[in-house]
């Protein structure tokens, strides 16, 4: 009953690890692509909001 507690805990652990790694790499993808995003925003604004000198 051990060896297959050991067995199944086992599994599940690669699993977690799997679902982990493919968290990790599709959060990273995402920041990737909003930072580009962003650069494209700011490079593309042409209202430039400045403060009045009262």
């Given at each position: 009953?051990?060896?297959?507690a050991r067995e199944q805990a086992?599994?599940?652990?690669?699993?977690?690890?799997?679902?982990?790694?493919?968290?990790?790499?599709?959060?990273?993808?995402?920041?990737?692509?909003?930072?580009?995003?962003?650069?494209?925003?700011v490079t593309t604004n042409?209202?430039?909001?400045?403060?009045?000198?009262?």
């Amino acid at each position: 009953m051990k060896q297959n507690a050991r067995e199944q805990a086992a599994v599940a652990a690669e699993a977690l690890l799997h679902a982990a790694l493919w968290s990790f790499f599709a959060l990273f993808i995402g920041v990737v692509i909003s930072a580009l995003a962003g650069l494209l925003g700011v490079t593309t604004n042409t209202h430039r909001v400045t403060e009045s000198q009262p």
